[in-house]
């Protein structure tokens, strides 16, 4: 296989290959990592592979397969997607995908469908997936790409190989900014700025993933930093420190848990509205010295 350009580990690399050279592909595969671990970029690389007529390596680069789906052309290459809100992945997208796969390949050996931000179809969209990937048609092929295939249903996941990609997920100034100020509202007298800021990740699963992410390294940090220590993983530490001195160490810990326990049930697909709400009840309630 060729894989210039390609970042992925090398046990990924041979099961692709051995796949390819043997023509056992799965009808269904699942591409996990966070953002910059390069998925995108493999997935893309799949489906150009698998639609290749060349000759030798693939994909070759110079068929008139590769070429038309370097250039997002190639009639049997269909690509789709939702926003990065929870959900905006719709049904009506995923019943016409199922429709169009069992239409034969234009003129390619396969048709293929890559599924961007698989995570972000709801319930009823992954159940009408799942119909076609119990019986799927021959010559067809899906491609998902998600931060973490637990998003998907178990039933999902069940039917496709996964690949899980490593890589470094860089958080953005907005997320950061947002993740501070959440920080400050805590210890703060009051509840209704901590409602505010948290308020808007009941529609947007994917940032209140990451402020997650954020917020756990912070409040580690604080723990260590409160214990006498100096160690900081996050990409905040006034934040870490300022929590250290606002809160004492119990405090600390609880926040610690109940941020963990969010991304637990996030994992979980538990429902949205119900997780913020909780978890801002949670960390509000266990700056000021009472568990919940």
Known sequence: MNFEGISCSEGVKQSLSRAFAESRLPHAMILEGPAGS???GLARWI????????????????????MKAAA????????AGGGTAARSFHVDTVRQIRSDAYI?????????????????????AQNALLKVFEEPPERVMFILTVTSAVK????????????????EEQPSDTDLALTAAISQAIPASGEVMLL???????????RFRRVLQQLA?????????????????SHQPEDAEALAHALTRGQLMRLLEYVQGAQKAQNQNANAALLVTTFCARIRTAAHGRNV
């Open 196 to 206: 505010e800021l948290t308020a808007p990740l009941i529609k947007d699963k994917e």
């Open 47 to 66: 489906a150009k592979a698998a639609v290749c007529t060349g000759e030798g390596e693939r994909p070759c680069g110079r068929c008139s397969g590769c």
């Open 152 to 167: 998907l249903l178990p039933t999902v996941r069940s039917r496709a190989q996964i690949f899980t990609l490593e890589g």
């Open 38 to 40: 390069g998925k995108a």
């Open 72 to 79: 997002g052309a190639h009639p049997d290459i269909t690509i």
């Open 217 to 233: 390294l912070l409040f580690r940090d604080a723990c260590v930093l409160r214990a006498g220590g100096t160690s900081c993983l």
């Open 104 to 124: 034969k390949p234009n003129e390619a050996p396969l048709r293929v469908f890559l599924l961007e931000g698989a995570e972000a179809m709801s319930e009823q």
